[in-house]
């Protein structure tokens, strides 16, 4: 062929020249452990259902579906969890942590308008389930066991299912309405609830049973020896705030002492606020950094003008009085006593010291080992009696409402796992997603929006829900807050910044991005430019 | 920020795609029919900001055109790397003759479209910043003053990078380079010289003048199109790292160029007829020491034998550009549609 004047070579594209040679070091996706699904106690995905949300319209179904993936109650868990998530946030090292669960109580309180459900979508496997207690715990396994084609009984002593959401948490923070939506979503994958069924003796119905998950609570309110005058009026929170919910009001008077620092004692001050006391004294051996009560409920107790009584002990009770004593803390933190003696008046004193559970229904269960009250389980939640399992606040862990639903569905797996025979699925545990593997420049500034809250008149008189929720545009905002650690959210940054053209889009859903490695020089842009921290270098075998 | 923010939240328009968006408001790096007007195989170091910033610029300015155009390289990194013989990079119609002529030889080829009624099809040149501010200076300026219709881009980084790193007239101060005094009291270029060409192009009062850098891909492509939309002489002036000529990792040319504008080193506006329209506003100010101690060119201003007086000069040089441009921005509220909100620390988007 003709070729021009010093010409002697065809034309050609530099894309013989394969560039990927160069590389010591090639880019990898990687998925890394997001900081809130760490801190699930319920085992949530939220990164991936907050990625759903994000979208908005129908979105917000898909979200849904991805939270109740692992957990049956989003919009229980939108009201009553102490969201550990949105403490671990890599947000709020940028402004302020992604308000995870005002969104979830929006996804929740969608699906309850618009009336989604789930299905079971395996065939029947044929095993029986027990669950004793139909708290959250027991609740969770079930659903979990149901979904998984297991024939489930919950038997439940109380007269209603909910445990401690409807005997222990307060209508204004978790309205009943609410909790017997999800309750009954959980009912309709043909779950068998027997009410009013309490357990006395574990060993005479196990036979009838192909394993048990035990999650019977602890409802037993904690007893402190406190002399007190013949009229004096005492009662304790776990059953004031039970007797409540049958419709038995008590009678506390004008000025109410309540006696502890912990959650429940928050709850017992501010149901008494509404049910007419005056006057609502928290007293508490400790000092508030001690307090074991969250942040928001010592904050919203204080909103609702609960007063507290720090480093004080109680000494006597009388009619209309008690006899405190001033505590000082030692080097150690623990609280001594001063000697130094004060009156102050009430017309009843509370007692939210703690809870016992009643194991009398485990009586001869063989294998079975109790220390401190609760039962001792293995990481996979059985008991020392094999088919055996148990959860909630019957064992020894954090007692929560989302720390039972994390461990109903860590045992429903490992009942699954015990019927079939098989090893459970292994945990995989990715490395965190920690804020210095981010590049935050990307995101853009956004203020956090904040729930609106129930005007005080109304909290201190009603039981209306105090907390109120976010509405669509508010809860797409906050959705969008969230940074995606560790894991592509399509932001085409990476597609963008290869000065080589060595990442191709695909464009598909769950594949996203690929990286040609016959051109990829190794320079390390697209992982330095990745907003959410999900590429990185792995050295070449060279 | 020049070109338009989309107030979505999470990344907005920081990032090239964003899945929230709909396809037509995402950059035109972002879409799977890009044209790659600079294509793979091509020569240039990893990391190379100047191949990033020539595809950028190309391929906004092929969507802007619709593919009708000629671009016009002179001698530089930026021609050797995408061309050894016989094998091209460029997925254009492309034309390279000498180093000091390439504004001349784009102002015939526009002149010789406009001959054969071909003005449909438009004229974009490009060189580095030797073949800019020095050797092809005179030929550019008498494009700029004839008003010939072109767009004339500079890849500035800072040096003549493929010969082995020479200090040009657009090394700033400090810097060392292969031939600026490597010893001595004070190592690396000298201060009181150079210059800043898109002053000097603003001078000439053609139509457009902006500056950009590669961190910032949609203000890039922004400036890319509305040049488009003018006749005449135009000249974007794009900051573009060089990872070997400036002893940086091949990984931080994004962030040298994000760096370099958010401490006022390099400042970004725009300017029509002479005038100066927009400025992008630094959004997290930070110390001009931030930008420095990424790049060895530098490195003898640091450590334990350091020179915080030079530096200091580099700051006030800095704060000069702050002040001069006026590329502070006015505290804005970020505004979102929250129910009450805390006014985050940040400044606003």
């Known amino acids: ?542 | 920020m020049a070109h338009q923010e989309i107030k979505l939240y999470q990344t907005g328009t920081f990032v090239a795609g964003n899945r929230l968006l709909d396809p037509e408001q995402r950059s035109v790096q972002a879409r799977m029919g890009r044209s790659n007007s600079l294509t793979s195989g091509h020569r240039a170091c990893q990391g190379c900001g100047e191949a990033l910033g020539a595809r950028y610029v190309l391929d906004a300015a092929m969507r802007a055109t619709d593919g009708k155009m000629v671009a016009v390289n002179s001698t530089g990194c930026l021609e050797v790397f995408s061309t050894p013989y016989p094998e091209s990079s460029w997925q254009l119609p492309w034309l390279h003759s000498l180093f000091g002529n390439g504004p001349a030889v784009a102002a015939g080829v526009a002149a010789a479209l406009k001959a054969k009624g071909r003005d449909d099809i438009r004229v974009v040149g490009q060189a580095g910043d030797g073949g800019t501010v020095d050797i092809g200076f005179g030929t550019l300026s008498g494009m700029f003053e004839r008003n010939d219709d072109v767009l004339f881009v500079c890849y500035d980084n800072e040096g003549y990078m493929n010969t082995g790193v020479q200090r040009s007239g657009a090394t700033p101060p400090a810097a060392r380079t292969a031939n600026t005094k490597p010893v001595g009291d004070e190592p690396g270029n000298v201060f009181g010289q150079g210059k800043f060409v898109p002053a000097i192009a603003m001078a000439h009062e053609i139509p457009y003048v902006a500056t950009a850098t590669v961190a910032e891909l949609r203000d890039l492509e922004y400036k890319v199109e509305k040049a488009m939309t003018f006749r005449g002489a135009r000249y974007i002036h794009v900051f573009v790292p060089c990872p070997l000529g400036w002893g940086a990792a091949s990984s931080d040319t994004i962030r040298l160029s994000r760096l370099a504008k958010e401490t006022g080193v390099f400042p970004v506006f725009e300017a029509e007829h002479g005038e100066v329209t927009e400025v992008s506003t630094i959004r997290r100010r930070v110390p001009v020491e931030e930008y420095l101690t990424l790049q060895k060119r530098y490195a003898h201003l640091f450590g334990p034998a350091g020179r915080p007086d030079i530096v200091a000069r580099l700051q006030a040089t800095a704060d000069r550009n702050i002040a001069r441009y006026g590329l502070l921005a006015p505290d804005e509220e970020p505004a979102g549609p929250g129910v009450a909100q805390d006014v985050a620390g940040e400044g606003a988007v």
């Open chain 1, 1 to 542: 062929m003709d070729k021009p004047f010093a010409i002697t070579l065809d034309i050609g594209s530099s894309r013989a020249n394969k560039t990927g040679a160069w590389r010591t070091e090639r880019p990898v996706y990687t998925n890394r452990m997001p900081p809130c699904n760490d801190a699930c106690p319920a085992g949530e995905n939220i990164q991936a259902w907050l990625y759903e949300g994000e979208e908005g319209g129908a979105g917000y179904e898909r979200a849904w579906r991805q939270i109740m993936v692992d957990n049956p109650f989003p919009a229980i868990m939108g009201r009553v969890c102490y969201h550990p998530c949105e403490t671990a946030c890599n947000r709020g090292n940028l402004d302020e942590s992604v308000g995870i669960n005002s969104v979830e109580r929006f996804l929740g309180d969608e699906a309850i308008r618009q009336g989604w459900t789930v299905t079971v979508d395996v065939p029947p496997t044929g095993k029986r389930v027990l669950v004793i207690g139909a708290g959250p715990s027991g609740l969770s396994a079930a659903y979990h066991l149901a979904r998984r084609g297991h024939d489930v009984t919950v038997k439940e002593a109380g007269p209603m299912a909910g445990g401690m959401m409807r005997f222990g948490i307060p209508k204004y923070r978790l309205p009943r309405e609410v909790l017997d939506a999800e309750v009954r979503r959980i009912l309709d994958l043909g779950v068998r609830l027997e009410l009013d069924a309490k357990v006395s003796d574990l060993m005479a119905l196990k036979d009838e049973y192909d394993a048990v998950f035990l999650a019977v609570g602890a409802q037993l309110g904690k007893r402190a020896y406190i002399p007190a005058g013949s009229a004096a009026k005492m009662l304790d929170a776990v059953s004031m705030l039970r007797d409540l919910e049958t419709g038995e009001k008590p009678l506390l008077g004008r000025r109410v002492a309540v006696y502890g620092g912990g959650n429940t004692a928050m709850d017992a001050a501010r149901t008494a606020k509404r049910l007419g006391a005056s006057e609502a004294v928290v007293v508490y051996r400790r000092n508030k950094d001690k307090m074991p009560a969250h942040e928001s409920e010592f904050m919203e107790a204080t909103e609702e003008g609960i007063l507290f009584k720090w480093l004080t002990t109680i000494k006597h009770v009388d009619e209309g009085r008690l006899v405190i004593e001033k505590m000082e803390l030692d080097e150690s933190g623990f609280p001594q006593p001063t000697g130094e003696l004060e009156e102050l008046e009430a017309d009843s004193l509370v007692l939210a010291l703690g809870q016992d559970t009643d194991l009398s229904l485990l009586d001869g269960v063989p294998g079975l080992v109790v220390e401190d009250g609760v039962v001792m389980v293995g990481r996979d939640m059985m008991t020392g009696c094999p088919g055996i399992f148990a959860g909630g606040d019957m064992v020894p862990f954090e007692r929560s409402v989302t720390v039972a639903v994390g461990h109903g569905k860590r045992a429903a797996k490992n009942i699954d796992a015990y019927l079939s025979g098989a090893a459970p699925e292994p945990v995989v545990r990715p490395a965190l997603a920690s804020y210095d593997t981010l590049n935050t420049w990307y995101y853009s500034d956004a203020p956090r929006t904040r729930r609106p809250v129930l005007e005080r008149a109304r909290r201190e008189s009603t039981f209306d829900e105090v907390v109120l929720g976010l509405d669509e545009s508010n809860a797409l905002y906050e959705a969008r807050r969230c940074m995606s650690c560790g894991n592509c959210f399509s932001c085409d940054n990476c597609y963008g910044v290869c000065p080589d053209n060595a990442v191709i889009k695909l464009g598909r859903p769950g594949e996203k991005y690929l990286i040609d490695l016959d051109y990829c020089k190794g320079c390390g842009l697209c992982v330095s430019e990745c907003p959410a921290g999900a590429i990185q270098m792995v050295p070449e075998e060279i």
